[in-house]
């Protein structure tokens, strides 16, 4: 049977494989794992702003109380404010509804444990089967969990746990955390029509900076449509209508920034890391000398950090795995080429306008123009296949595509590399290559995906 859960949480399309009754069922199994064992446990809501949410909002808190857990909805704000909330409100739980970057009809619940942190593959695996064995201890009568914030039903528990000035908490938690004023800089923001559309340029403004915001009027329907970090023609062509000296991207739930520099030209993960790296490296706050990346960051990363001193220590892709490593080793910056960067100092996940704010902060520092900044950055062409498949996991390990990767393998040698595996988020197979030589990346990339997609 197939793992409820992916790379980062459950996702699925809503009201068909993610329901409403999942959605319930999966919440009253976190309650369960996480709760403590606390008899008035609390657990911080938010979502993003896509129609579903709504709908899959009203299951997850009819799970928690169901559980005996109390509910704190904090409405529609960013995956790391709500990380940032659960810890600040010592919730014994998080729940994030939201697809991140995926098209709108998708959904998605992601899951903190308290402190706000994301779970480990054992705690989901005890959620999972929870959910599927159904067995549930529910409570009744007063033991029934609440809805706090909104609703006065308990005077003296709704005062510790207000919802006034939520969002401008997390605001100010940004701003003091980058530590710089940003006056001078003009930034173009696109909000993807999601999360960050109120707190991300409220961010921004509060550092200083001249904010012409985009894609910023979410209607339930339009997120991450053809907006946002994986679609950066919009912000492209403001960033040069206007001027700006720069311009931000951000998915769905505002957990990724990728950036454009003056001219329009995309800044992406690895060059926002190398660039932070290359900061607290100065700085001496780059603990251990060392950026932990993904699999999937570019060779071209690895070498030029290497050049100026600093180690690049790989993990699986997803932010939670650089989280893990991030955490066992003590290191203090990490991140994905996709854009999610994660400050373990100042938050527990990867925070898209938190990363905007250091990269402003940077450029003001320097007095440098990001162009400049990132120009430490040499990019070893690589190309990124992504193969629908019927399977993902059966395709990936299947022995011929195995074969397949060796041979490629080993016609590159050591000038390149390859990298297949199955999306954490979606029903792909992902083929990437990297290789001097682009036309070589293309090939054997191409021919790959040919091989996978004939399966």
């Known amino acids: 049977m197939r793992r409820l859960f992916g790379t980062d949480g459950v996702r699925g399309l809503a009201n068909e494989s993610l329901g409403p009754e999942l959605a319930l069922h999966v919440s009253a199994a976190a309650a369960q794992v996480l709760s403590r064992g606390e008899r008035r446990a609390v657990a911080v809501v938010g979502r993003d702003p896509r129609a579903s949410g709504e709908m899959l909002e009203a299951a997850v808190t009819a799970g928690l109380t169901s559980a005996g857990v109390n509910v704190l909805s904090v409405g529609v704000l960013p995956t790391p404010a709500v990380a940032y909330l659960t810890a600040e409100y010592d919730a014994c739980l998080g729940v994030m509804i939201s697809a991140s970057h995926n098209p709108m009809p998708d959904n998605g619940i992601k899951i903190f444990a308290a402190g706000g942190h994301k779970l480990d593959d054992a705690v989901e695996d005890r959620i999972e089967e929870l959910v599927r064995e159904r067995d549930f201890r529910r409570p009744t009568g007063a033991g029934i969990g609440r809805v706090l914030g909104g609703s006065g039903v308990d005077g003296r528990v709704d005062a510790h746990y207000s919802l006034a000035g ?3 908490r997390y605001v100010e938690h940004l701003v003091e955390a980058a530590g710089r004023e940003l006056n ?3 930034v173009v923001v696109d909000c993807a029509n999601g999360a960050a559309s109120d707190v991300g340029p409220a961010a921004y403004r509060e550092a200083g900076a001249r904010v012409i915001a985009i894609n910023a009027e979410p209607n ?9 970090s994986t679609h950066l023609e919009q912000v492209s062509r403001a960033v040069r209508e206007y001027g700006a000296d720069l311009g931000l991207a951000h998915d769905g739930d505002a957990d990724r920034c990728l950036a454009v520099d003056a001219s329009g030209a995309v800044v992406d993960g690895d060059a926002i890391m190398a660039i932070l790296a290359l900061g607290m490296f100065e700085a001496g706050e780059l603990a251990h000398d060392t950026l ?4 999937m960051s570019n060779l ?6 290497r050049e100026a001193g600093i180690t690049v220590r790989t993990t699986a892709v997803g932010d939670r795995y650089v989280l893990e490593e991030l955490r066992r080793g ?4 990490g991140g994905e080429q996709s854009g999610h960067v994660v400050f373990p100092r100042y938050g527990t996940t990867g925070d898209g306008i938190l990363t905007g704010l250091e990269l402003m902060a940077r450029m003001a520092e320097t007095g440098r123009s990001l162009a400049e900044l990132a120009s430490v950055l040499r990019t070893v062409p690589q190309v990124l296949v992504n193969v629908p498949v019927t399977d993902k996991t059966a395709v990936a390990s299947a022995p011929e595509i195995r074969d397949a990767v060796a041979e490629a393998e080993r016609v590159l040698g050591e000038t ?4 297949l595996r199955p999306s954490g988020t979606e029903q792909l197979v992902r083929v990437m290559v990297e290789a001097t030589d682009q036309d070589r990346a293309r090939s054997l990339a ?4 040919k091989r996978v997609a004939s399966l």
């Open 220 to 228: 339930g329907v339009n997120i991450n449509d053809n907006c946002g």
């Open 446 to 449: 191409d021919d790959l995906a």
């Open 166 to 168: 939520t969002h401008e």
């Open 184 to 186: 001078g800089l003009t």
């Open 292 to 295: 932990v990346a993904t699999v």
């Open 300 to 305: 071209g990363l690895h070498l030029a950090l």
């Open 416 to 419: 390149g590399r390859v990298l």
């Open 330 to 333: 003590g290191f203090t910056l």
